[in-house]
């Protein structure tokens, strides 16, 4: 019932930004954690970012200081703006909520290519 709808992905240069946009949708809810992980080719997948309802939010190692979380409650919507890309950031990018009080939704994945 509850579905997530991602956009934003595509191809980028390295140096590059992109914007990731996940709406949820379909029923009442209450959204707890909204975060994005992402997985490369060959790689098992990991966290990027994740924020609270309160707006608190974590990254991964990697996306610490070039990435930003953010999202809008009245839309339910959470965003990643990814700057200064690499290469190695290429990899699909599921954006997952937590609903309370025990439910996790799953986007279908947006790919991010980092290529010169």
């Known amino acids: 019932q509850v579905q997530l709808v991602e956009s934003g992905g595509g191809l980028v240069q390295p140096g590059g930004s992109l914007r990731l946009s996940c709406a949820a949708s379909g029923g009442i809810f209450s959204i707890t954690t909204m975060g994005w992980y992402r997985q490369a080719a060959g790689k098992e997948r990991e966290l990027v970012a994740q924020?609270?309802?309160?707006?608190?939010?974590n990254y991964g190692d990697s996306a610490k200081g070039r990435f930003t979380i953010s999202r809008d409650n009245a839309k339910n919507t959470v965003y990643l703006q990814m700057d200064r890309l690499k290469p190695e950031d290429t990899a699909v990018y599921y954006c997952?909520?937590?609903?309370?009080?025990?439910?996790?939704?799953w986007g279908q994945g947006t790919l991010v290519t980092v290529s010169s």
């Open positions: 997952r909520i937590n609903i309370w009080p025990s439910v996790e939704v």
């Open positions: 924020i609270t309802s309160g707006g608190m939010s």
